[in-house]
C-alpha cells in the first residue's frame, strides 16, 4: 500500500511547472492496440499515466508520454465498439521502438477469430531485440507469445483465459493466482482494473510513488495492489470434457452470491435434473447442489484472505442465508471457523489449503 502521509506531489509539481514542459519525460510508452482490444484496461493504463503526468487533472504530457500504435495508423476499434483516433503506424519514426521505456500490448476478445498480427508480432520482435521492455495486457499476452518473445519466461493471465491459454501454448509458464507479474523486461497483466496497479507500480518506479499515489486517488482507487494480489475470480477449471456440465459450471461461476436450484439450473442448460445429477457425478463425483455449495464456499475462502470484508459480508456474497449457515458450511469443509482462518494464516497452511485454488474441477469431490 501507498502511504497515507498527508504530502501532495503537487506542491512539488508546482514549483517544477516552469520548467517541466522542456523537460523530457521520465516515462514513455507505446500502446499496441490490437484487433478489438479491450477498453478497460486500456483506459486504466493511459489514465494513470495521465494523472501522474501533470499537476492536477490538466492531461498535459510533462512527466509521461504515451502514444497509441496501430500496424497501418488507422484508427484502433475496441471490443465495445469505442474507437481510439488517431492512432500511428509501426513504421513512423514516432514509433521507432527506442524512443520508448515500454510497450503495452493491449489484447483483443478471443471469439475464434484469428488472433496472430504478423505486424505487430514482428514490430515487437524489433523491439525486443533492441531491448525495449514489453508489457501483455488481458490477452496482450498471447500476442507476445505468437510474437516468440516470452520462451522461458513467467506470464500472468486472467482466471478466464488461462485454460485457453495452457491449451493452446502448453510450454509457456502461465499463472492465474495473481495480478501481474514482472518478469525483468517482461511484464504481464491479468488485465481489467488491475491494469491501473501495474500502470501505478511502474509511474513509481519512474517518478515516484506520490505520483502513483495521486493517481489512484484520482481514480477512486482504495490504494496500490501488488503483482502478488490474488485475482478476484479464483476458479479456474483445468478440464470438463462434458459439455452440459461445463456450461451448467459457468452459470454457477457467474452465480457466485447466490443458490440456483438443481431444476433452474438443469432447465437453463436444456438437462433433466436426473440427467445433469448423474453427469455431475462423472464428472466430479458430487451433485451439482453440493458442488456449487463448495464453489462458494472457496469465494468465501478467496474472500477472507484477500479483501477486509465481515464475516458476516462475505456470508451473504456468497449466498448463504446467515452468518451461522456460512460458518457451519464452512467450518465442514475446512475444519476451522471463518473468524480462526483469518485470525491464524498458519494454521490454513497446515490444514493444506490453497488460497488461490487453480484447476480445482478435478478436486472438488475430494472434501
Not at 522542456?22 to 486504466?44: E, H, K, N
Request: proline share 5%.
Amino acid at each position: 500500500m501507498f502511504p497515507t502521509d498527508s504530502s501532495s506531489p503537487l506542491s512539488e509539481a508546482e514549483s517544477e511547472a516552469s520548467t517541466s514542459v522542456a523537460q523530457p519525460p521520465a516515462l514513455s510508452v507505446g500502446f499496441v492496440l490490437l484487433r478489438r482490444f479491450t477498453l478497460l484496461p486500456f483506459a486504466a493504463f493511459v489514465d494513470c499515466l495521465r494523472l501522474a503526468s501533470d499537476e492536477g487533472d490538466r492531461s498535459r504530457q510533462l512527466r509521461c508520454r504515451w502514444r497509441f500504435l496501430t500496424a497501418d495508423g488507422e484508427d484502433a476499434p475496441s471490443s465495445c465498439g469505442a474507437v481510439i483516433s488517431p492512432c500511428e503506424p509501426f513504421a513512423t519514426p514516432f514509433c521507432d521502438p527506442r524512443q520508448f521505456d515500454y510497450l503495452v500490448v493491449i489484447g483483443g476478445v478471443l471469439d475464434g477469430s484469428p488472433t496472430d498480427d504478423p505486424a505487430a508480432s514482428e514490430y515487437l520482435r524489433q523491439s525486443a531485440r533492441l531491448g525495449v521492455p514489453l508489457v501483455g495486457v488481458c490477452t496482450g499476452v498471447l500476442s507476445l507469445i505468437q510474437a516468440g518473445v516470452m520462451a522461458g519466461r513467467r506470464c500472468c493471465v486472467s482466471w478466464y483465459h488461462h485454460a485457453d491459454l495452457v491449451r493452446r501454448f502448453p510450454q509457456v509458464n502461465a499463472v492465474a493466482d495473481r495480478l501481474y507479474v514482472d518478469d525483468g523486461d517482461r511484464l504481464t497483466c491479468a488485465g481489467g482494473a488491475a491494469a491501473a496497479d501495474l500502470a501505478a507500480y511502474l509511474v513509481e518506479r519512474h517518478l515516484g510513488r506520490a505520483w502513483a499515489r495521486k493517481s489512484l486517488n484520482i481514480m477512486l482507487l482504495d490504494g496500490h495492489r501488488g503483482g502478488e494480489h490474488g485475482q478476484p475470480q479464483p476458479v479456474v477449471f483445468e478440464r470438463i470434457e462434458d459439455r452440459i456440465v461445463r456450461r451448467a459450471v459457468t452459470i454457477l461461476e457467474q452465480h457466485l452470491g447466490e443458490v440456483i436450484s438443481v431444476d433452474e439450473l438443469a432447465d437453463r442448460v436444456g438437462a433433466s435434473r436426473r440427467g445433469l445429477e448423474r453427469k455431475f457425478q462423472d464428472s466430479f463425483g458430487i451433485g451439482p447442489q453440493k458442488f456449487a455449495r463448495d464453489l462458494r464456499l472457496r469465494y468465501g475462502l478467496w474472500l477472507l484472505y484477500f479483501t477486509e470484508h465481515s464475516i458476516t459480508d462475505i456470508g451473504e456474497r456468497c449466498g448463504f442465508a446467515d452468518t451461522a449457515h456460512f460458518s457451519r458450511h464452512f467450518r465442514a469443509a475446512y475444519g476451522q471457523s471463518p473468524s480462526q482462518l483469518r485470525r491464524d494464516p498458519k494454521g490454513r497452511e497446515e490444514a493444506g489449503v490453497d488460497p488461490f485454488f487453480l484447476h480445482i474441477g478435478t478436486r472438488l469431490g475430494q472434501g
